[in-house]
């Protein structure tokens, strides 16, 4: 029985294997739990019987944007409409904010369509959107698709 809340310290340790479990395979950036910390209340998390089995966080970026970040699911419980009922509360918090535009930096474009979303130029983001990049691997040759949605669209 899959459940959603909002993360716990008590959830850090776990998320941070998590996390770092998918940065290994390419998926994500790796975190360090002083990230996580500052940002556990960014973070909802999806669990199977008290096992954490997937997460997603929502980032403010300015006044009318937001990021999603850190999303994944684990591969045992992928395709079955999880990671879509992420995004919708995801989307929910944001407009509970007042927050009407979000986005992700991703590689699951299909995903993130199925979603929605769409592609745009990466080039017309706000440049506040670079800063963690600058700790990538990659930067500044990121290969990663932007795409975003506004919100009235998602209800
Ligand atoms: C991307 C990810 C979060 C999707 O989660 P999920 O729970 O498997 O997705 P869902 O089951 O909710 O899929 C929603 C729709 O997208 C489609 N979809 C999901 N992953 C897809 C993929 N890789 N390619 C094509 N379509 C995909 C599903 O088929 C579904 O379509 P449908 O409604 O027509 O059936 C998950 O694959 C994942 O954790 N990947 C590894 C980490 C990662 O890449 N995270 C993204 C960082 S931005």
Not at 52 to 75: F, N, S, T, Y
Request: aromatic share 10%; proline share 3%.
């Amino acid at each position: 029985m899959i459940s959603f809340r909002k993360a716990k310290m008590s959830d850090v340790e776990n998320l941070h294997r998590l996390i770092n479990d998918f940065a290994t395979k390419g998926y994500m950036l790796p975190r360090s739990r002083n990230t996580l910390y500052e940002a556990l209340r960014e973070f909802t998390i999806i669990e199977d019987q008290g096992m954490l089995v997937g997460m997603g966080a929502l980032h403010v970026i300015w006044e009318d944007l937001a990021e999603i970040r850190a999303l994944a699911i684990k591969e045992e419980y992928q395709r079955r409409g999880i990671g879509q009922q992420l995004i919708n509360r995801l989307a929910k918090e944001a407009d509970e904010l007042e927050i009407h535009q979000i986005f992700a930096l991703t590689y699951q474009v299909a995903f993130f369509k199925k979603c929605g979303f769409n592609e745009v130029n990466k080039d017309e983001m706000p440049h506040k959107i670079w800063k963690e990049c600058i700790d990538c691997p990659k930067f500044p040759n990121c290969d990663e698709v932007a795409m975003a949605i506004t919100l009235v669209s998602i209800k």
